[in-house]
């Protein structure tokens, strides 16, 4: 990884399960540089201005896969909102249904764009974001590739009500998105926004029932549960629910 200039979310964002993600064979690499052109409140990755593309990054991505015989990859992004096609893996493209379908046109075996949070606190929280086209995203996926798999995810924590939290849900469901992480808020230094609650091991497990009961063919609900937490799992798990 060091010797081929590349860079993991799991190190950047400094989360909770990197030693036990990378015992099992599991990364999350992240393309496009260490540097994004959002900066998100509870985010721990650096912002700013990013350096050009490394035109290169595709094979050392491909490389380390193959060096460190990785049994299942997941690949994200900083927002890169300097690029014409904004970095391609996966924001919000600002809306752009063609840089949607480049990543669609891959075919990756799971599409995921993180909600986040709920609508109430995108002002504060993801402030270059916006509620209704992360939904978006999600929506015209299914809609362009729906045999490719949606997924979201988002944090509790951060001062949302309940009701808000199960009103996300159903929306993400009724956008199409067929798997769903929760994970509790952790602040990851004095810079970023505080957190306001934490959530107990039942409400997370209420959380998941009510996710199974509104429709989503997997539930991933924990307090150190991320994206990426467990993601060749939640991928079977679903494709089970699903008869795939």
């Known amino acids: ?84 096609d904004f970095g391609v893996l996966i924001p919000d493209f600002q809306g752009d249904e063609a840089a949607l379908r480049i990543v669609l046109a891959a075919c990756p075996d799971v599409l995921n764009h993180n909600i986040e949070t709920v609508p109430r606190l995108y002002r504060i929280a993801r402030p270059g974001g916006r509620y209704p086209r992360a939904l978006d995203v999600l929506r015209r996926s299914r809609d362009i590739a729906p045999d490719i798999a949606t997924k979201s995810g988002l944090m509790v924590g951060l001062g949302e009500e309940w009701d808000e939290v199960v009103q996300t849900l ?60 467990h993601a060749h799992e939640q991928t079977e798990s679903y494709e089970r629910s699903a008869g795939l």
């Open 170 to 229: 159903r929306d993400l469901r009724a956008a199409g998105v067929a798997i769903v992480t929760i994970g509790q808020y952790l602040r990851p230094s004095l810079a970023n926004l505080p957190m306001v609650r934490y959530y107990t091991p039942s409400e997370f497990a209420e959380l998941k029932r009510i996710g199974l009961e509104l429709g989503f063919g997997h539930v991933e609900s924990g307090p150190l549960v991320r994206s990426s937490y």
């Open 1 to 84: 990884m060091r010797g081929l200039g590349l860079h993991t979310v799991c190190e950047e964002a400094n989360c909770p399960n990197i030693g036990e993600c990378w015992h099992h064979g599991t990364a999350t690499f992240m393309i496009l540089g260490s540097t994004c052109t959002r900066s998100c409140g509870y985010c721990n990755v650096m912002h700013g201005a990013p350096q050009p593309p490394d035109e290169n990054e595709p094979v050392k991505v491909a490389s380390a896969i193959h060096a460190l015989e990785l049994s299942y990859v997941v690949v994200t992004s900083v927002d890169r909102d300097d690029l014409a």
